[in-house]
Nanobody, 115 residues
């Protein structure tokens, strides 16, 4: 079992920045990839970014140039740096981890961007 805890969400003005963190614990050996997904009110979940254990990253097209994903393997933590935030970025951001054909999820952290 893998447990994921997100932090760093909050209220920010448009144009501002936030850094989300996702700390993994439990049986974290062989987590092959971690990532972020968001869900805005009334909308489906949307992929934000992923990072493999080898450091290969993928950012959704609409967020490229504004969002960056990174990981600290020593701390078993993944980060999502979000810059130039827009009101459309308002959502609950969920962390996930892929291990042994299973996908684990955190409880999410709310990001609200005011105009």
């Amino acid at each position: 079992q893998v447990q994921l805890v997100e932090s760093g969400g909050g209220l920010v003005q448009a144009g501002g920045s936030l850094r989300l963190s996702c700390a993994a614990s439990g049986s974290i050996f062989r987590i092959s990839a971690m990532g972020w997904v968001r869900q805005a009110p009334g909308k489906e979940r949307e992929l934000v970014a992923t990072i493999t254990s080898g450091g290969i990253t993928n950012i959704a097209d609409s967020m490229k140039g504004r969002f960056t994903i990174s990981r600290d393997n020593a701390k078993s933590t993944v980060y999502l740096q979000m810059n130039s935030l827009k009101p459309d970025d308002t959502a609950v951001y969920y962390c996930n981890a892929y291990q042994n054909l299973r996908l684990y999820w955190g409880n999410g952290t709310l990001v609200t961007v005011s105009s």
